[in-house]
């Protein structure tokens, strides 16, 4: 794995911030992980806005693995926010949420979310899950060309 080309784990939840971490390590995953613990701090981080003004926009995660039950902005939001922009349109973005409503399943893919994951209760299957979500895009998937 690259390890300088960065994840963005947008995740308010510490437990599932730890066991993502752990599951993508656990599958060799070496790639730098940028949590967000909120809709806002995602944006400034993809943005270079508040605390992450100046930040460099030519270092786009090459992964966004977003919750959608954000405090502040919500990842919908975020989501509808990234596909807005021309830097980030591409972004690969994967919904990771405990939330299998179809009224979100659908928001999710109408505003152009890559994949679309129900976290598993099971911690063993919630790290297959990550595992598997890394492995494929990080290593089958061919990205987007950058613009």
Known sequence: MDAD???LLVED????VLLTKRALKKAGIANSIVVADDGEVALDYLFGT?????HDMS???VLTLLDLNLPKVAGLDVLRRIRQDARTRRLPVII???SDEPR??????DLGVNSYVT???DFNQFAHAVEQLGLYWLLLNEPPPRE
């Open 119 to 121: 976290k598993p209760v």
């Open 59 to 61: 270092q786009l995660p």
């Open 50 to 54: 508040g605390a992450y003004a100046g």
């Open 104 to 109: 979100d399943v659908g928001a999710g893919y």
């Open 13 to 16: 939840n510490p437990s599932d």
């Open 5 to 7: 080309k960065t994840i």
């Open 96 to 98: 990771l949420t405990t």
